[in-house]
């Protein structure tokens, strides 16, 4: 089964820092270009962005409010994605999903991060 | 700032015909944007509907199509259900395929 699972999320004060985690399983995670989702409360859905997969240089892409201060990286011998996020602010607060790049065909059911003093 | 732009809201009756656009604030949108849908429900992840403008996903019930219309992009959905009340989203990809940016989501009501 394809799946994937994401953790990391917290109440963070604005300037703080925290990092994502999104374990995959049921494919094969070192073939998949991935991609972060965010979801504000209420609000609609974010692309964050995008890491290609180590045969592709792992290049990465950010949407602007998050470039500079976000870093999306992977170790694909642990089938992890990860989501470093430094410079925290008010308006990051939101559910974060991970999905791959290729259709976004599957979720997981995302992990909340709240920045807040 | 790229701005996708979708209809904040439709009403459509049971068993009726409803589209939904995508229209991007760069010029018209065509295939290059590989437009994708998602559908999400409250309370639950998206899920993927349509990919690259009209192709359809195993799990996408035969009533949804996409398509460019005008200079959009375009989900239709024909013989609407009752459980197709849920947000709509389009996602368009710029710079060759490098960034995606969402539109803000269509409300669809099945009334």
């Known amino acids: 089964e394809v799946q994937l699972v994401e953790s990391g999320g917290g109440l963070v004060k604005p300037g703080g820092s925290l990092r994502l985690s999104c374990a995959a399983s049921?494919?094969?995670?070192?073939?998949?270009?991935m991609t972060w989702v965010r979801q504000a409360p209420g609000k609609g859905l974010e692309w964050v962005g995008r890491?290609?997969?180590?045969?592709?240089?792992?290049?990465?892409d950010y949407a602007a409010p998050v470039k500079g201060r976000f870093t999306m990286s992977r170790d694909d011998s642990k089938n992890m994605l990860y989501l470093q996020m430094n410079s925290l602010k008010s308006d990051d607060t939101a559910v974060y999903y991970c999905?791959?790049?290729?259709?976004?065909?599957?979720w997981g059911q995302g992990t909340t991060v709240t920045v807040s003093s | 700032q790229t701005v996708v732009t979708q209809e904040p809201s439709l009403t459509v009756s049971p068993g009726g015909t409803v589209t939904l656009t995508c229209t991007s604030s760069t010029g018209a949108v065509t295939s290059g944007y590989y437009p994708n849908w998602f559908q999400q429900k409250p309370g639950q992840a998206p899920r993927a509907l349509i990919y690259s403008t009209s192709n359809k996903h195993s799990w996408t019930p035969a009533r949804f199509s996409g398509s460019l219309l005008g200079g959009k992009a375009a989900l239709t959905l024909s013989g609407v259900q009752p459980e197709d009340e849920a947000d709509y989203y389009c996602l368009l990809y710029y710079g060759g395929g490098l960034l995606g940016v969402f539109g803000g989501g269509t409300k669809l009501t099945v009334l």
């Open positions: 890491i290609k997969r180590k045969t592709d240089g792992e290049t990465t």
């Open positions: 999905t791959p790049h290729n259709g976004m065909v599957v």
């Open positions: 049921g494919f094969t995670f070192s073939d998949a270009w």
